[in-house]
């Protein structure tokens, strides 16, 4: 593809959500698309024996507003793969994701995740397995390198060798993943950031899109890495505040910023809520989670959280919920005004 193709492919990638474990289900990615739409979403990893040998419908269900959505597969076997990026064709997915970078025990057992760094041929294969069995893009995520494996070399030729096979998106968690001797949670945090790592991987391969994820949390942040690369991946503070997504689509892809304010995007999400009971027997609180950083910094936000998290209000229906929720929001509201009034 020439130049300006290859612009318009990489844009793309220009902001995404990041999978997360147990957080970018889709009732949360419905939620986020109510709030951005030209955002890339991310399903949590799903991997490729629980799609074999599991139930495909409850991990790749997703709604149909969540486009452009990524599929993101863990698991090591291109013929498994394979199979699995072909069912994610099928169900409607915009792009398959490789996962090699989660670091935790669970997924070192099954030999995929960031362990796959020190096996980039079988990456390679994998991802040609895909290739050939799939239209849509095929991705990569993973670190910068392994345990105390810190040069850049290491990465460069994973990147090098996969993107041989096909590859031409990778999106990079600039941090180390430590296969012993720390939780995922904490491979999250104590491994240093190294975004210029990813920045040279870009110069050094200047025909792939190149993505970087990792302690990304304020638009100014975003705005250095974008001088850099060509796309940030944002994860939890994108879950944690979702409220920052308002702006993306203008701010990165020179459409409009949301315009929905929060109340019709909480409604939304009751209107949501209450399709999801009638059509698949979801409980009105397993949606309800996602939402609880909405109203991240405003006053009320507090007690308005404690109800929607209010376990005795489970057998409520979600709209008898969502109206005491309001209530203590607005009265917590009103109190503060009469405070300035005052």
């Not at 392994?146 to 998106?169: L, N, P």
């Amino acid at each position: 593809m020439n130049l300006e193709q290859k612009s318009d492919f990489s844009r793309g990638w220009r902001m995404s959500v990041a999978p997360m474990l147990d957080w970018s289900d889709k009732h949360c990615r419905y939620l986020h698309r109510l709030i951005t739409k030209h955002t890339r979403l991310y399903t949590e990893m799903v991997t490729t024996g629980a799609l074999t040998h599991g139930d495909p419908r409850r991990h790749l269900r997703f709604d149909e507003t969540e486009h452009p959505v990524a599929l993101q597969l863990g698991g090591s076997d291109p013929a498994e793969l394979a199979k699995c990026a072909q069912l994610g064709q099928d169900w409607g997915y915009d792009e398959i994701n490789l996962n090699c970078g989660c670091p935790s025990d669970r997924v070192q057992r099954g030999a995929f995740g960031a362990c796959l760094m020190n096996e980039p041929g079988l990456v390679a294969d994998g991802v040609k397995a895909m290739r050939d069995k799939v239209d849509i893009p095929v991705t990569v995520k993973h670190r910068i390198g392994i345990d105390k494996i810190e040069s850049y070399d290491f990465v460069a030729d994973f990147v090098g060798r996969v993107s041989e096979a096909g590859c031409e998106v990778f999106i990079v968690h600039a941090r180390n993943a430590w296969l012993q001797g720390l939780s995922p949670k904490e491979n999250r945090e104590i491994p240093p950031l190294r975004y210029d790592l990813a920045w040279q991987l870009k110069r050094d391969f200047p025909q792939l899109t190149i993505a970087v994820n990792g302690g990304l949390k304020t638009p100014e942040q975003f705005d250095e890495q974008l001088q850099h690369v060509d796309g940030v991946m944002v994860g939890r503070e994108a879950y944690y505040n979702p409220w920052i997504m308002q702006d993306w689509d203008q701010r990165y892809y020179g459409g409009s910023a949301c315009a929905l304010s929060q109340d019709e995007i909480e409604l939304a999400m009751v209107d949501y809520m209450e399709r999801e009971a009638v059509e698949d027997g979801t409980p009105w609180y397993a949606i309800a989670r996602h939402m609880l950083g909405m109203r991240h910094g405003q006053r009320g936000a507090r007690r308005w959280r404690q109800v929607w998290s209010n376990h005795k209000l489970k057998p409520l229906p979600a709209r008898e919920v969502w109206a005491q929720a309001r209530a203590v929001l607005l009265e917590d509201q009103l109190k503060a005004g009469d405070s300035a009034s005052a």
